[in-house]
């Protein structure tokens, strides 16, 4: 079955500090996309990157980047040199065949000024 | 493009009466997701809608059911209310020719059952 681990319920930092979000995933397909969303308090789950199986090359994108280890099963977020607006709900979610994601819990982020 | 529309907002009812939700996709999309939010059980997936019929299903009760129409329009019906369908309801869009397709996401609907 597929599962979608984030251990870190809640992070805080400071403005301009870099903070990692952590993912862990399990499934038994060798085919599988892995995203992340932002929840801001509006309720509206925003696309941040998607990544397939097939391709662990890690990318960075402004002031967010990926780190996708298919070795360890995990798919993590990094924001550097945080922000106020970053405040937000971020979720991890896998998809094998077909159109279903499957989400974990999230990780609630406070970014204070 | 305009993104996922849903109506309405804000939904107070009681129990025992029964729901419908209404999503409109991205212009193009085909394919229609419903996920349901609530504090103790996180986001679950409840089910996707692609040309008019049901292709995925999530493990939720009869009383949740779907359609969509001809212009890719979906709505979710949801009968015979229980408390702990209290929750945000949110619907995703996707282009829906293949599968596995980046879903986007709309504001939700937050449904208040007392």
């Known amino acids: 079955a597929q599962k979608v681990t984030q251990a870190q319920t809640e992070i805080s930092v400071v403005e301009k500090e870099d903070v990692t979000l952590d993912c862990v995933y399990e499934t038994r397909d060798t085919t599988y996309y892995l995203f992340w969303y932002k929840q801001p308090p509006s309720g509206e789950l925003v696309f941040l990157i998607r990544?397939?199986?097939?391709?662990?090359q890690n990318e960075i994108s402004g002031r967010y980047s990926w780190n996708f280890q298919k070795s360890t099963s995990s798919f993590n977020f990094t924001i550097t040199a945080s922000q106020v607006v970053d405040s937000a709900v971020y979720f991890c979610?896998?998809?094998?065949?077909?159109?279903?994601?499957?989400f974990g819990a999230g990780t609630i982020l406070r970014v204070k000024s | 493009k305009a993104g996922v529309t849903q109506t309405p907002r804000y939904l107070i009812k009681t129990r025992g009466q029964q729901v419908t939700l209404s999503c409109s996709p991205i212009?193009?999309?085909?394919?229609v997701s419903w996920y349901q939010q609530t504090p103790g059980q996180g986001l679950q997936f409840l089910f996707e809608?692609?040309?008019?019929?049901?292709?995925n299903k999530g493990n939720f009760p009869g009383r949740f059911s779907g359609r969509q129409f001809s212009n890719s329009r979906s709505e979710m019906n949801v009968s015979t209310l229980e408390l702990g369908d209290s929750a945000l309801y949110l619907c995703?869009?996707?282009?829906?020719?293949?599968?596995?397709?980046?879903?986007?996401f709309g504001p939700g609907t937050r449904l208040l059952v007392l």
């Open positions: 990544r397939n199986s097939f391709d662990e």
């Open positions: 809608y692609f040309s008019e019929t049901q292709r």
């Open positions: 995703a869009s996707s282009g829906g020719t293949t599968s596995q397709e980046t879903q986007y």
């Open positions: 212009s193009g999309h085909r394919s």
């Open positions: 979610a896998l998809m094998e065949y077909g159109n279903k994601l499957v």
